[in-house]
């Protein structure tokens, strides 16, 4: 093996496990929590859905396969620019066209587990985001930003993941001078353990939905339903988060993957 060079060296530690690839994603099936808009939106995603066509049977004597009913914007999954009105005229702010350079890059996990755990409808701030560059460093242009809140551990069941009264959802997620902060700071985009980028109560926000209207008009991205952030360092870690190439998608379910240094 070739450890003079970069990925010689990657390759080596993946091989031998003292680079650990960390899955961030939730499992995809009926169960899998979605969106439920207020009932002025007529539509909704619809449950994910997996049929078989054959499993070793009179429709496919060798061989097992599915199909499935999958929305883009479901599970553990990305949104591209052109999921929002601010980033509608982005011309590479569809799934087919983004460049792929931007789903693999530098992970910064901001923790707010305890914020969240003492309530529900936490807002991480611009300040706090500085607080957390004052001891771990600045964020960086090109970075991936995730806000840990340990959410992810509510997925398998989705009146807990949605969390929602007669007031509304109720979910942690950043305020929209946050979300304008880190995209001057020129972050690739932004990620949730939630079921969006935004918090439970943002549609009351100014702008409504911050984290979409702002990450997307700058043709910046978005992740949701992340899982596992808390095993992840603060910075150190490198984000693989790559949407299928669905034809003029929006948004797209993803494997989000995260690779660690150990020791
Ligand atoms: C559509 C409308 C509002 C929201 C969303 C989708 C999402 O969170 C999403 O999955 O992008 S808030
Ligand atoms: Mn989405």
Known sequence: MNTDSLLGQLGAKLASGAVEVVDLSGTLGPDTPILQLPPDFAKNTPRVEIHKISEYDADGPFFAWNWMVLGEHTGTHFDAPHHWISGKDHPDGYTDRIDPQKFVGPLKVID????????????????????????????????????????????????????????????????????????????????????????????????????????HQANRYGLASLANLDRLPPTGAILVAAPLKISNGTGSPIRALALVERG
């Open 112 to 215: 707010c587990s305890q914020e969240a755990a003492a309530d529900p409808d936490f807002l991480l701030t611009a300040d706090a985001v500085k607080a957390w560059e004052a001891e771990h460093g600045e964020i960086e242009p090109g970075d991936w930003v995730v806000m840990r809140t340990d959410w992810y551990k509510r997925n398998h069941d989705e009146a807990l993941f949605l969390n929602a009264d007669e007031d509304g959802p109720h979910s942690p997620g950043p305020t929209a001078s946050c979300i304008e902060y880190l995209v001057g700071k020129g972050i690739t985009g932004w990620g949730s353990e939630c079921i969006g980028t935004d918090a439970g109560c943002a549609g009351g926000m100014e702008p409504p939905f911050p984290a979409h209207y702002l990450l």
